[in-house]
Each structure stands twice: as C-alpha cells, then as structure tokens.
C-alpha cells in the first residue's frame, strides 16, 4: 500500500523559513516520480517544485524559484522528499501536498499534473504571516 505523509507546516512571518518533509512508503522509488503541489483558498492547485524518478533536473515554478529548495532521498521502500522554503511571502500561504506519479516525465511535467498524480497526501497548511 502506498502511503503518503507529510509533516512540517506551520505559521510563519513573512521572510522566515519552513522545512517540509514527506514520507512515501510502499513506492518503488526509481519507478516514481515525486513533488510538492500547493493550493490557496479559492485558487486552482499549482505545482510547485517536482523532481524526476531519476533525481535529476528539478523543477520550480517561476513564484519560487531562488528561494525553495527539492530534495529527495531514496531508501528501501520508502522515498523521502523535503522541501526547504525561504523568505516566504504571504502568497506562499497554502496547503502543500506531496504526490507521487508512476512515470519518466522531467520536473516540469510532474508539476503539471496538478490532478493527475497518482498518489496524494493529505497535506499540511502553511501560513505565512505578514
């Protein structure tokens, strides 16, 4: 069975930083695909950050490029992925899901699959004070 966890989210003022992790169990982890995808209130999911299965070439939306980092650790069973955010904005105020998709895509295809991967977690609201 394939789970999805993540941890990390919080409030946070504007200019401060936030790490956020995600536990991905039961993957095959050169098979997957993985990213961080967002979603405000009252505005569509967006991609955020998202990473091949061969852990090359990360993507980042141009909104936070600079200043989000993608990594992502492969162990038996289990795909670790972290997200370190910078000088977060209010804007960056959301719930941040990872999500996992069998597939080759690059970085920027998985991030446009905003409601196609194949697996979500349930997500962790980050909220970012001005």
């Known amino acids: 069975e394939v789970q999805l966890v993540e941890s990390g989210g919080g409030l946070v003022q504007a200019g401060g930083s936030l790490r956020l992790s995600c536990a991905a169990s039961?993957?095959?982890?050169?098979?997957?695909?993985i990213g961080w995808f967002r979603q405000a209130p009252g505005k569509e999911r967006e991609g955020v950050s998202c990473i091949s299965n061969s852990n090359r070439n990360p993507y980042y939306a141009d909104s936070v490029q600079g200043r989000f980092t993608i990594s992502r650790h492969n162990a038996k069973n289990t795909v670790y992925l972290y997200l370190q955010m910078n000088s977060l904005k209010p804007e960056d105020t959301a719930v941040y899901y990872c999500a996992a998709d069998y597939t080759f895509y690059s970085g920027s295809e998985i991030c446009s699959r905003t409601y196609d991967m194949d697996y979500w977690g349930e997500g962790t609201l980050v909220t970012v004070s001005s």
């Open positions: 039961g993957l095959r982890f050169d098979d997957y695909a």
